[in-house]
């Protein structure tokens, strides 16, 4: 699978001269008596793609919520270019330059592509109430935004709902760009998709990366997440199992602790208890056994 | 989808992957497509069982009860587009009518200030609507279901305690009656028949819907609030702005259709409108809107109002009996949904 993933260009991390876009620093969120994120730190350059890694429930999806203004945080900052920064809609971290693109995509099935394109920043032309939706510069922009993606979109008036999930990962991803986002929060972004599919969401991480844009890539999968990573954050339980620039982990460290090693040697041993299917045990065991500890 | 297809530049290329869609297979496209063929199909059926129906005088007589369903039905297009019903719709016209004719005739207000406050009372029914939908996150089905249930009860119970009856007459004996008479219920003499002047109004409701639907941002946020509510208040559509926006201009039509029911008979009963909703619903599912949001248009509402006004006048010159109206009512919306249903699977199809 990874063999389809670009490779990332080994010249950018640490090339940024001043500070980070956006620093996350010691963030904590509580639902109640829920601890949903502690003490959770980590960086975000322009020009660099920061990966957060985590099973389900790690609390990536909070920390992305808090990221893009739906909640706010209990303890700790963000700063963005080194301005402590607070969002309290959604908007405030929109104006702020920070796109997220949501698992849903935030797009209408039904609606055509380029009135998704341009849904809720529609342009106008026209006065007072004459005003109207400039619907030529909204189809020309979003074939012109596409197109500089590296995608030709057949039909701008096709709905949004017969395109493929990479296609439409990429409209969401166009859409961010043109609207001036410094930096993208991908959620998720390959994890409905098939290999080949995922390898193309993956080549336009690298795009947005190499236009100067910071990029937040959520993902489960260390082997989408390696390729493309200048910066990993692992999280587990709500806890940073922790923050690592690209040369300080190797891929196998870094699959070996999402994975959690010493859970998977427990499950090789219940597998090998059911005795029954020929080895799966002993099989699991081997590829624990093979990774380093 | 329903887009315009306006006229793209010449030098475009055309690209290999997409199939040339025919002329008849974009014709289908369009969710109005199945409530004209309807039309035509009752128009043809009446025409062959009766020749006034298709003579001025018939004309006139199924453009009336089409024109006043019509122009409620295209607002109701717009809120379903946006996903959310109105029942009280129907029943918000004869708190229009009512609060009019009560103002003027037992208040003795000016007929022009009762109209305003009467307009006042129906835009702050529908913000109510609005308002209570995206406060309690319930569907606006229960929501204005109750709201019905209540201005039925406050039609009838505040008639009855002002004026002891449960109909509010005389209004044609108040001063200033001719000026919003004129507006609302002036008669049009073309070619020798009659028309009233509120199949003008249907048309222009027609025509501004259809033009803020597809040309305006307000008229993306619709289809956006519509097709997927969460989805768009992500990217900053105002949703909530927008669906009060769509409750209130709902109850603007129908303060609007309820001083055309008023100035026309010079007197209103305090059941007037009630079971309307139903029909203006039905007028815009036959026009191709979705229940489920999302999509639809405006023009195929004031076409399925258009079928369901001739269908009532039809029966009656056919020599049938009225009460056999709802049943064909029934049929034609049991055939529309699934023609609509067959068409858009058709349609969907051939976009693969």
Same mark, same amino acid.
């Given at each position: 699978?990874?063999?389809?993933?670009?490779?990332?260009?080994?010249?950018?991390?640490?090339?940024?001269?001043?500070?980070?876009?956006?620093?996350?620093?010691?963030?904590?969120?509580?639902?109640?008596?829920?601890?949903?994120?502690?003490?959770?730190?980590?960086?975000?350059?322009?020009?660099?793609?920061?990966?957060?890694?985590?099973?389900?429930?790690?609390?990536?999806?909070?920390?992305?919520?808090?990221?893009?203004?739906?909640?706010?945080?209990?303890?700790?900052?963000?700063?963005?270019?080194?301005?402590?920064?607070?969002?309290?809609?959604?908007?405030?971290?929109?104006?702020?330059?920070?796109?997220?693109?949501?698992?849903?995509?935030?797009?209408?099935?039904?609606?055509?592509?380029?009135?998704?394109?341009?849904?809720?920043?529609?342009?106008?032309?026209?006065?007072?109430?004459?005003?109207?939706?400039?619907?030529?510069?909204?189809?020309?922009?979003?074939?012109?935004?596409?197109?500089?993606?590296?995608?030709?979109?057949?039909?701008?008036?096709?709905?949004?709902?017969?395109?493929?999930?990479?296609?439409?990962?990429?409209?969401?991803?166009?859409?961010?760009?043109?609207?001036?986002?410094?930096?993208?929060?991908?959620?998720?972004?390959?994890?409905?998709?098939?290999?080949?599919?995922?390898?193309?969401?993956?080549?336009?991480?690298?795009?947005?990366?190499?236009?100067?844009?910071?990029?937040?890539?959520?993902?489960?999968?260390?082997?989408?997440?390696?390729?493309?990573?200048?910066?990993?954050?692992?999280?587990?339980?709500?806890?940073?199992?922790?923050?690592?620039?690209?040369?300080?982990?190797?891929?196998?460290?870094?699959?070996?602790?999402?994975?959690?090693?010493?859970?998977?040697?427990?499950?090789?041993?219940?597998?090998?208890?059911?005795?029954?299917?020929?080895?799966?045990?002993?099989?699991?065991?081997?590829?624990?056994?093979?990774?380093?500890? | 989808?329903?887009?315009?297809?306006?006229?793209?530049?010449?030098?475009?290329?055309?690209?290999?992957?997409?199939?040339?869609?025919?002329?008849?297979?974009?014709?289908?496209?369009?969710?109005?497509?199945?409530?004209?063929?309807?039309?035509?199909?009752?128009?043809?059926?009446?025409? @062959?069982? #009766?020749?006034?129906?298709?003579?001025?005088?018939?004309?006139?007589?199924?453009?009336?009860?089409?024109? @006043?369903?019509?122009?409620?039905?295209?607002?109701?297009?717009?809120?379903?587009?946006?996903?959310?019903?109105?029942?009280?719709?129907?029943?918000?016209?004869?708190?229009?009518?009512?609060?009019?004719? /009560?103002?003027?005739?037992?208040?003795?207000?000016?007929?022009?200030?009762?109209?305003?406050?009467?307009?006042?009372?129906?835009?702050?029914?529908?913000?109510?609507?609005?308002?209570?939908?995206?406060?309690?996150?319930?569907?606006?089905?229960?929501? @204005?279901?109750?709201?019905?249930?209540?201005?039925?009860?406050?039609?009838?119970?505040?008639?009855?305690?002002?004026?002891?009856?449960?109909?509010?007459?005389?209004?044609?004996?108040?001063?200033?009656?001719?000026?919003?008479?004129?507006?609302?219920?002036?008669?049009?003499?073309?070619?020798?028949?009659?028309?009233?002047?509120?199949?003008?109004?249907?048309?222009?409701?027609?025509?501004?819907? @259809?033009?803020?639907?597809?040309?305006?941002?307000?008229?993306?946020?619709?289809?956006?609030?519509?097709?997927?509510?969460?989805? #768009?208040?992500?990217?900053?559509?105002?949703?909530?702005?927008?669906?009060?926006?769509?409750?209130?201009?709902? #109850?603007?039509?129908?303060?609007?259709?309820?001083?055309?029911?008023?100035?026309?008979?010079?007197?209103?009963?305090?059941?007037?409108?009630?079971?309307?909703?139903?029909?203006? /619903?039905?007028?815009?599912?036959?026009?191709?809107?979705?229940?489920?949001?999302?999509?639809?248009?405006? /023009?195929?509402?004031?076409?399925?109002?258009?079928?369901?006004?001739?269908?009532?006048?039809?029966?009656?010159?056919?020599?049938?009996?009225?009460?056999?109206?709802?049943?064909?009512?029934?049929?034609?919306?049991?055939?529309?949904?699934?023609?609509?249903?067959?068409?858009?699977?058709?349609?969907?199809?051939?976009?693969?």
């Amino acid at each position: 699978m990874t063999e389809t993933a670009p490779e990332a260009t080994p010249a950018s991390p640490e090339s940024g001269t001043d500070g980070p876009l956006l620093e996350i620093r010691e963030i904590s969120k509580f639902f109640g008596s829920v601890i949903s994120l502690q003490e959770i730190s980590t960086t975000v350059r322009a020009g660099q793609v920061t990966c957060i890694l985590g099973d389900n429930g790690a609390g990536k999806s909070t920390l992305i919520k808090i990221l893009s203004g739906v909640y706010q945080p209990d303890h700790g900052q963000l700063l963005m270019n080194d301005v402590p920064m607070t969002f309290s809609t959604p908007r405030e971290s929109l104006d702020a330059g920070i796109a997220t693109v949501f698992q849903d995509l935030a797009m209408v099935p039904l609606m055509a592509i380029w009135r998704n394109f341009f849904l809720g920043s529609e342009p106008t032309k026209g006065w007072g109430p004459f005003q109207r939706f400039d619907q030529e510069k909204a189809k020309r922009v979003t074939r012109k935004e596409m197109l500089d993606m590296g995608i030709d979109i057949r039909d701008p008036d096709q709905p949004v709902g017969t395109l493929s999930g990479g296609e439409r990962q990429s409209v969401a991803i166009a859409r961010a760009v043109h609207f001036g986002a410094k930096l993208l929060i991908l959620d998720e972004p390959t994890s409905a998709l098939g290999v080949k599919q995922a390898g193309v969401v993956l080549k336009y991480i690298v795009q947005a990366r190499d236009r100067g844009l910071g990029v937040i890539f959520i993902t489960h999968n260390p082997h989408h997440a390696y390729p493309v990573g200048d910066r990993f954050l692992l999280l587990k339980r709500g806890k940073s199992l922790g923050d690592f620039a690209k040369s300080e982990i190797s891929r196998d460290e870094l699959t070996r602790l999402m994975a959690g090693g010493a859970e998977l040697e427990q499950l090789a041993h219940e597998l090998d208890r059911e005795g029954g299917r020929g080895g799966i045990g002993a099989e699991m065991a081997a590829e624990v056994q093979s990774l380093p500890h | 989808m329903t887009a315009t297809t306006t006229a793209t530049p010449p030098p475009e290329v055309r690209d290999e992957r997409v199939a040339r869609v025919g002329f008849w297979r974009r014709l289908l496209l369009k969710p109005e497509f199945g409530s004209l063929i309807g039309a035509l199909v009752v128009f043809v059926f009446f025409a @062959t069982q #009766s020749s006034v129906f298709w003579h001025a005088s018939g004309v006139a007589n199924w453009l009336d009860p089409a024109s @006043t369903y019509g122009i409620m039905a295209v607002v109701v297009a717009l809120l379903m587009i946006g996903g959310h019903f109105d029942l009280s719709a129907g029943v918000q016209l004869g708190t229009a009518g009512l609060t009019t004719a /009560i103002l003027t005739t037992e208040y003795n207000l000016v007929v022009w200030v009762a109209m305003l406050v009467s307009l006042a009372v129906c835009l702050g029914l529908g913000f109510l609507n609005g308002y209570l939908v995206i406060r309690t996150g319930l569907p606006s089905f229960i929501i @204005t279901l109750s709201t019905f249930l209540m201005i039925q009860g406050l039609n009838l119970g505040l008639t009855k305690a002002i004026t002891n009856t449960v109909s509010v007459g005389g209004i044609d004996q108040e001063p200033y009656f001719g000026g919003p008479e004129k507006i609302f219920a002036s008669q049009v003499t073309l070619f020798g028949q009659k028309y009233y002047i509120a199949i003008l109004w249907w048309v222009v409701f027609t025509i501004v819907a @259809t033009y803020v639907l597809m040309k305006t941002r307000f008229g993306n946020w619709i289809f956006a609030v519509g097709g997927d509510e969460t989805a #768009s208040r992500n990217v900053g559509v105002p949703s909530n702005r927008t669906t009060i926006a769509l409750f209130m201009i709902v #109850s603007f039509a129908a303060w609007f259709v309820g001083q055309i029911y008023l100035f026309r008979l010079t007197s209103i009963q305090a059941n007037a409108g009630f079971g309307f909703e139903l029909i203006y /619903i039905a007028a815009a599912v036959i026009g191709g809107c979705l229940l489920t949001g999302g999509y639809g248009s405006a /023009i195929g509402a004031s076409i399925g109002a258009l079928l369901i006004g001739m269908t009532s006048q039809g029966i009656v010159y056919a020599g049938w009996n009225a009460d056999w109206f709802k049943f064909f009512l029934g049929a034609m919306l049991l055939l529309a949904v699934l023609t609509n249903q067959i068409v858009r699977k058709y349609a969907e199809q051939s976009r693969r």
